[in-house]
């Protein structure tokens, strides 16, 4: 963080100071809310969780070097006491951001924001100092403690921004106003909470609504919904996609032998191939909006190619890929899961897969309200129109579903199973994995099949899933 002293952070957060000697000390380092990473110079935020409460240990973060907490109630360490911790977080956020040199991008959208914000931090960071969402750390306490990371020398400011409800992006758009604003997809995830995809289209817009009219609203132009945003924005559209009427459009689309896409970059500044580290053909989507906001940023068609040619995965769980040394390819897709991701993931697959045996272990996709059956149904039925050998459906109701869906499609015999819970899928794998298999595990981030990937790697052939 920018270099504030505690009683300019006080009057800022609108908080009272208790127990420090010397008001003008500066925080110098983080903003954090884990005791864990606290370090010399460091502000902690003390919040009170379901099963934690920050407050217990102030004595210890001081100890380890914070300068001072914000709390909701004294902790008999200097401390800022706010009303509310995250609301001053917020402010402070707002505060720095307005003092920083930095260009704000923020983007949005059902499905890969976090592959995406990590080719454009990938991309922005091969032209100056850029400051980026860790993993998904995309709401109202994650985007916050994120913008507070920058400091002086940052020159570009990247923030994946999540939306459960209608009017969440406008809230964080007003605590880190955008300069450049990146609109993916318009898909079904949460769509049980917003209640339908022009509701999701509605709350995703709130990201354009809120960009000045030197800004730039950067739209999808596959994605109708996406493109209808045009018409809420004051700011310049650039339209990205493989349409002919893109401002900045992929040719020539193909995967390499090993299912990494490779395709021709255009932009209104030039030509240029790309070949992807990354695999799967969704990727190109992604990096096509990356492109559009690096164009818009300055940068030459050349080096945003090069940048996205170099861009590999920084995120934990999304399509992470390890070869065994027995030759089995191991594919940890398991961070999250809406129909969308699961289609692309389940292409992936297959892609990489040719001429080996391919395994789609996949469990529940949550929060998709009255369209549950249908779209595990829908999944399961797409596995086996993509000839994936073997569909391993994971856990309850949900999992039934998918399996049933396969099954309907024409997967009988042992195409298909439906096992209890992930020490089950383990077992299965184990005992009928052979040399040059390509395994793909995918579910919500709430089934915890991550697991199942990382038993699959601890190597071996005995043992038990970490029920963490």
């Given at each position: 963080?920018?270099?504030?002293?505690?009683?300019?952070?006080?009057?800022?957060?609108?908080?009272?100071?208790?127990?420090?000697?010397?008001?003008?000390?500066?925080?110098?380092?983080?903003?954090?809310?884990?005791?864990?990473?606290?370090?010399?110079?460091?502000?902690?935020?003390?919040?009170?969780?379901?099963?934690?409460?920050?407050?217990?240990?102030?004595?210890?973060?001081?100890?380890?070097?914070?300068?001072?907490?914000?709390?909701?109630?004294?902790?008999?360490?200097?401390?800022?006491?706010?009303?509310?911790?995250?609301?001053?977080?917020?402010?402070?956020?707002?505060?720095?951001?307005?003092?920083?040199?930095?260009?704000?991008?923020?983007?949005?959208?059902?499905?890969?924001?976090?592959?995406?914000?990590?080719?454009?931090?990938?991309?922005?960071?091969?032209?100056?100092?850029?400051?980026?969402?860790?993993?998904?750390?995309?709401?109202?306490?994650?985007?916050?403690?994120?913008?507070?990371?920058?400091?002086?020398?940052?020159?570009?400011?990247?923030?994946?921004?999540?939306?459960?409800?209608?009017?969440?992006?406008?809230?964080?758009?007003?605590?880190?106003?955008?300069?450049?604003?990146?609109?993916?997809?318009?898909?079904?995830?949460?769509?049980?909470?917003?209640?339908?995809?022009?509701?999701?289209?509605?709350?995703?817009?709130?990201?354009?609504?809120?960009?000045?009219?030197?800004?730039?609203?950067?739209?999808?132009?596959?994605?109708?919904?996406?493109?209808?945003?045009?018409?809420?924005?004051?700011?310049?559209?650039?339209?990205?996609?493989?349409?002919?009427?893109?401002?900045?459009?992929?040719?020539?689309?193909?995967?390499?032998?090993?299912?990494?896409?490779?395709?021709?970059?255009?932009?209104?500044?030039?030509?240029?191939?790309?070949?992807?580290?990354?695999?799967?053909?969704?990727?190109?989507?992604?990096?096509?909006?990356?492109?559009?906001?690096?164009?818009?940023?300055?940068?030459?068609?050349?080096?945003?190619?090069?940048?996205?040619?170099?861009?590999?995965?920084?995120?934990?769980?999304?399509?992470?890929?390890?070869?065994?040394?027995?030759?089995?390819?191991?594919?940890?897709?398991?961070?999250?899961?809406?129909?969308?991701?699961?289609?692309?993931?389940?292409?992936a697959l297959v892609a990489m897969g040719r001429g080996r045996r391919t395994w789609a272990v996949l469990g529940k996709m949550a929060e998709l309200g009255d369209e549950e059956l249908a779209e595990h149904d829908a999944v399961g039925r797409l596995a086996v129109r993509l000839n994936v050998s073997k569909l391993v459906a994971v856990g309850g109701r949900e999992a039934s579903w998918l399996q049933l869906g396969a099954y309907n499609e024409g997967s009988w015999g042992e195409e298909s199973v439906?096992?209890?819970?992930?020490?089950?899928?383990?077992?299965?794998?184990?005992?009928?994995?052979?040399?040059?298999?390509?395994?793909?595990?995918?579910?919500?981030?709430?089934?915890?099949?991550?697991?199942?990937?990382?038993?699959?790697?601890?190597?071996?052939?005995?043992?038990?899933?970490?029920?963490?």
């Amino acid at each position: 963080m920018i270099a504030l002293s505690l009683a300019e952070i006080a009057e800022v957060v609108g908080g009272q100071t208790y127990d420090i000697p010397d008001p003008s000390v500066q925080v110098t380092g983080p903003v954090v809310r884990d005791s864990r990473e606290v370090e010399p110079g460091t502000l902690f935020a003390a919040f009170v969780g379901e099963r934690v409460d920050g407050h217990d240990f102030a004595e210890k973060v001081v100890e380890a070097g914070a300068v001072a907490v914000l709390a909701s109630r004294p902790v008999g360490v200097p401390a800022i006491v706010v009303a509310d911790v995250q609301t001053a977080l917020g402010a402070l956020a707002r505060h720095v951001v307005r003092r920083l040199g930095a260009t704000l991008v923020a983007l949005t959208g059902s499905a890969g924001k976090t592959s995406t914000k990590d080719l454009i931090a990938q991309v922005l960071r091969s032209k100056a100092p850029t400051v980026f969402t860790p993993g998904s750390l995309n709401n109202e306490i994650g985007l916050p403690l994120t913008a507070l990371s920058a400091t002086e020398e940052t020159k570009f400011l990247v923030l994946e921004m999540g939306a459960r409800g209608i009017g969440h992006i406008r809230y964080l758009a007003g605590l880190t106003p955008p300069k450049v604003g990146l609109v993916l997809n318009v898909g079904t995830a949460h769509i049980g909470e917003f209640g339908g995809r022009e509701q999701i289209a509605q709350a995703k817009g709130e990201l354009v609504e809120s960009l000045p009219e030197d800004g730039a609203a950067i739209l999808n132009a596959d994605d109708p919904l996406v493109r209808a945003m045009a018409s809420r924005t004051k700011a310049k559209v650039i339209l990205f996609g493989e349409s002919g009427e893109a401002d900045v459009r992929a040719e020539n689309v193909r995967l390499t032998d090993s299912g990494q896409p490779s395709f021709m970059l255009h932009t209104p500044s030039g030509c240029s191939d790309v070949t992807m580290r990354l695999y799967g053909e969704h990727h190109v989507s992604n990096a096509l909006a990356a492109a559009a906001v690096a164009h818009e940023l300055g940068m030459s068609a050349e080096e945003i190619a090069t940048a996205l040619s170099e861009a590999g995965s920084l995120s934990r769980w999304r399509m992470e890929v390890t070869e065994r040394p027995d030759g089995v390819t191991v594919v940890n897709d398991a961070y999250n899961a809406n129909p969308e991701s699961m289609r692309a993931a389940l292409r992936a697959l297959v892609a990489m897969g040719r001429g080996r045996r391919t395994w789609a272990v996949l469990g529940k996709m949550a929060e998709l309200g009255d369209e549950e059956l249908a779209e595990h149904d829908a999944v399961g039925r797409l596995a086996v129109r993509l000839n994936v050998s073997k569909l391993v459906a994971v856990g309850g109701r949900e999992a039934s579903w998918l399996q049933l869906g396969a099954y309907n499609e024409g997967s009988w015999g042992e195409e298909s199973v439906h096992v209890s819970d992930a020490q089950a899928a383990v077992d299965l794998l184990r005992s009928e994995l052979r040399p040059g298999d390509v395994v793909l595990v995918k579910a919500s981030r709430s089934v915890g099949l991550e697991s199942v990937a990382e038993a699959l790697l601890a190597g071996g052939t005995e043992g038990e899933v970490d029920a963490r």
